[in-house]
């Protein structure tokens, strides 16, 4: 009996939550355009606040984050992540984007979609050169995840991804949480189980622009720091070659904080692969989610975005294909280089470099990722 109580008293929660319907978010978001069907599941917004007037807009149309309001060094609310006004643009036969998505089950590219477990072997879509990116054509930014729990602090999502999504195997039940604390930070923690042997590397793809100002303000202006003495190189098809290289006397040398911009046009073989930084840096903090791995700094507004994590690797991609062809929030055109992502994942086609962190999971195991997004304001970065 208790336990029929307190499901009732979550579901009423959640659907008070999702309903706040002519509540314009501060970020301009009605969620009244968030409310819709997919594949004959229910889509809505849910919106996370503190004391502090930051904000956080989620889908669970692919566990997107939608909008990120903080403030900056005025006290002005500031959007700083990319996205869509109506779910609806979000949908593939639509835009064909990972704003702000929960990835799954594989974030990042698996060479030539193969992979092998237990001397069994898997073909899965390429949708990528050759490859298969983000878990396939019909990965989980492209799925509604259901919703647990919810209140005005927390978002809790699930997706249950049948034998065979995408030719992955095994049954897997997987969990993204989002948090948002007091201290203005989003904590985002992922959970997975299976039935069968599979891999999963989940992250979020939030594509940042802490200026508030995408239409104008390209991010090679802004400082970057990533605690990272190695990185992945890859080949032409952005597939990590398996080398695990010094950053040292490179471009992608980012140990002290350094403009974007610097050497994004270097004429490295590196950059040239991906029309700027689209790479895996192999960190340095050991796991320890106490660690900066990465921070960004705006400049522009003062806004400063840490980057915590306990995986091994994080993918920075600068916005480098975003081509003008994209509008996003308020009509504003998502043009070169106007974003940047801080991917924390496992390495790229781990599942083929046996040498490198596992990204197997078997039956009766739990998958962990905890990834922490820090939002502040300050003069300059502090590097470590």
């Known amino acids: 009996m208790k336990a029929f109580v307190k499901a009732c008293i979550v579901g009423l929660a959640v659907v008070a939550l999702a309903s706040c319907k002519d509540e314009i978010t501060a970020s301009g978001l009605n969620p009244k355009d968030f409310e819709s069907e997919y594949n004959g599941a229910k889509t809505a917004l849910y919106t996370l606040k503190n004391a502090n007037g930051m904000e956080v807009c989620i889908t669970n149309f692919g566990g997107r984050i939608v909008s990120v309001m903080v403030p900056d060094n005025q006290g002005q609310l500031q959007d700083v992540v990319l996205g869509f006004d109506k779910v609806s643009d979000y949908f593939p036969e639509n835009n064909q984007t990972d704003f702000g998505a929960a990835i799954g089950r594989y974030a990042n590219r698996i060479n030539n979609g193969v992979f092998s477990i237990d001397s069994v072997t898997y073909q899965l879509p390429r949708n990528n050169f050759t490859h298969c990116l983000h878990g396939g054509p019909t990965g989980w930014q492209y799925q509604v995840y259901e919703v647990v729990e919810a209140d005005e602090s927390h978002l809790k999502l699930l997706r249950n991804s049948q034998d065979g999504d995408n030719n992955f195997p095994g049954n897997v039940k997987a969990f993204v949480t989002y948090t948002l604390t007091g201290d203005n930070k989003i904590d985002i923690q992922y959970e997975a189980t299976t039935d069968a042997p599979t891999v999963i590397n989940m992250t979020n793809h939030a594509y940042?622009?802490?200026?508030?100002?995408?239409?104008?303000?390209?991010?090679?202006?802004?400082?970057?720091?990533?605690?990272?003495?190695?990185?992945?190189?890859?080949?032409?098809?952005?597939?990590?070659?398996?080398?695990?290289?010094?950053?040292?006397?490179?471009?992608?040398?980012?140990?002290?904080?350094?403009?974007?911009?610097?050497?994004?046009?270097?004429?490295?073989?590196?950059?040239?692969?991906?029309?700027?930084?689209?790479?895996?840096?192999?960190?340095?903090?050991?796991?320890d989610i106490n660690k900066v791995a990465a921070e960004l700094f705006c400049p522009s507004t003062g806004i400063d975005l840490k980057v915590y994590t306990d995986e091994p690797g994080i993918q920075v991609y600068s916005g480098n294909f975003l081509n003008g062809t994209v509008k996003g929030k308020k009509g504003v055109v998502y043009n070169e280089r106007h974003a940047i992502c801080l991917e924390t994942q496992h390495y790229p086609d781990s599942p083929n470099k046996p040498d490198w962190p596992s990204v197997v999971l078997r039956p009766g195991e739990t998958y962990r990722s905890h990834c922490i997004y820090a939002f502040s304001v300050k003069q300059q970065p502090d590097g470590e």
């Open 208 to 287: 940042f622009n802490l200026s508030g100002n995408p239409a104008d303000y390209a991010i090679v202006q802004d400082l970057l720091y990533i605690n990272a003495d190695c990185f992945t190189p890859v080949d032409s098809t952005l597939i990590p070659t398996g080398e695990i290289a010094p950053v040292e006397h490179t471009s992608l040398d980012f140990r002290k904080p350094k403009r974007i911009g610097l050497e994004i046009n270097s004429d490295s073989q590196q950059i040239r692969y991906g029309n700027g930084f689209d790479h895996n840096w192999v960190l340095s903090t050991g796991g």
